[in-house]
Nanobody
Framework: VQLQAFGGGLVQAGGSLRLACAASGITFSSYHMGWFRQAPGKEREFVAGMRRYNSNYYYADSVKGRFTISRDNAKNTVYLQMNSLTPEDTAVYYC???????????????????WGQGTQVTVSS
């Protein structure tokens, strides 16, 4: 199983980035997908989650209205469109895959079975 996250980089405040996470070795459409981030000296935190079958989206309050999660099951890829970026969004961003058959919150890292390696997002002021 491999989750490959990419698309990070350096951007000025107010700018946009689109992250992508390509999955292999799993039946992608059967997994809920999520994005988390970890800033230096801080714990990993939930950013956005999306249930299997392209239904039900969840966002952290800090990114609601600015970030959009989406998925393309044909490409085994989940995306995170990030707009109006601020320096507070600077972090390593991780994608995760959750196979839960019962209702999970998608907001807790322990619910996820697999993780990508992370991609660095740096927002300059």
């Amino acid at each position: 199983v491999q989750l490959q996250a990419f698309g990070g980089g350096l951007v000025q405040a107010g700018g946009s980035l689109r992250l992508a996470c390509a999955a292999s070795g799993i039946t992608f459409s059967s997994y809920h997908m999520g994005w988390f981030r970890q800033a230096p000296g801080k714990e990993r935190e939930f950013v956005a989650g999306m249930r299997r079958y392209n239904s039900n989206y969840y966002y952290a309050d800090s990114v609601k209205g600015r970030f959009t999660i989406s998925r393309d099951n044909a490409k085994n890829t989940v995306y995170l469109q990030m707009n109006s970026l601020t320096p507070e969004d600077t972090a390593v961003y991780y994608c995760g895959a959750d196979s839960s058959l019962i209702l999970s919150s998608l907001r807790t890292g322990s619910e996820y079975d697999y993780w990508g390696q992370g991609t660095q997002v740096t927002v300059s002021s």
